[in-house]
Each structure stands twice: as C-alpha cells, then as structure tokens.
C-alpha cells in the first residue's frame, strides 16, 4: 500500500503545482499592458494654441513606456525635420508624483500639418496610474529652432488614467 499512497501524493503535488502555475501565468500582465492605450486632454499653449486637443498613445514594455502625442490645433509654421524637437511631458503618477517622458523623435513635419512628438520615453513600474498634470507649470515643453512651447494641462486624460 506504500507505493499507491506515494504515487497517490506525487500526483496530487503535481496536479497541484500545475494549477498554481497555470493560476498565475494567467494573472500576469503581459508586455504592453497599458490599459487604455490611447486617451485625449484638452492643452493651453499660449499664443501658439490656446486650446489644444492632445492624443496620447501609449506602450509598455517591461519596465519601459513610451508615449506618443498629436496636437490636433498646434501645427508646424516652418517644416521641421525628423527628430528634431526636444520634448519633455510631465504626467502625473499615482495621483501625487510626477513623472517624465521625454525624447528628441518626431516625424518630418510640414507646414500647416500637426505637431506629432515621440515616442517620447519614461519609467514605470506595474500598477502605475498616469494622468494629465498641472499646477500652473508646463506639462508639455518642446523645442524647436531655438523656440521654446510651453503647454499646461487643463483637463485630465479620457478615458484615463492611463494604468500600468
């Protein structure tokens, strides 16, 4: 009877073993799990564009994320060469950091055509929440001929947070 009950009991250690594993691979975020992965926020860039709509697209990869934004009303007056803005956006994380994406890629941008920026990269960790942020300082800088475009955030992202 030993031998039943020892075969009895490694079956069941591994049947057992087995759910636990399928359980938490199941569980797992995989990469790229940014939930949404695009939203909008309304911007005030100034004399430049007073109310901009931005679109956010966002990736992850492991602890790495990128985003990309368009400013629909912000558009190029001279044309601008590939990665040639540098850009900096300040979100706020898990409702009281902040935290920066910041890169000098963009597309080639001709006039009259919207500003597209990124994928601009920053650091997130899982379970990050990120969302539009201003205190009245810039949320999105770029750079450009020496010109430098401040925006602030006035509405917070839709849908969103952005979640990690």
Do not use: H
Request: charged letters at 10%; aromatic letters at 8%; proline letters at 7%.
């Amino acid at each position: 009877m030993r031998p039943t009950t020892r075969k009895s009991r490694a079956a069941l250690v591994a049947a057992a073993s087995a759910a636990l594993l399928v359980g938490s691979v199941a569980s797992a975020p995989g990469a790229g799990a940014v939930t949404p992965d695009s939203a909008t926020a309304q911007y005030d860039c100034g004399v430049w564009g007073p109310s901009t709509a931005a679109y956010f697209t966002a990736t992850q990869s492991g602890s790495g994320a990128t985003i990309t934004i368009t400013l629909s009303s912000l558009t190029a007056p001279l044309p601008i060469q590939t990665n040639s803005v540098t850009s900096t956006l300040v979100l706020v994380k898990n409702g009281w950091e902040t935290t920066e994406f910041t890169g000098t890629t963009n597309p080639f941008t001709s006039v009259g055509t919207p500003f597209v920026l990124g994928p601009l990269s920053g650091t997130v960790a899982p379970g990050d929440t990120l969302d539009s942020y201003s205190l009245g300082l810039y949320s999105l800088r770029m750079v450009f001929f020496g010109i430098t475009i401040n925006c602030v955030a006035k509405s917070s992202l839709s849908p969103g947070p952005f979640v990690f």
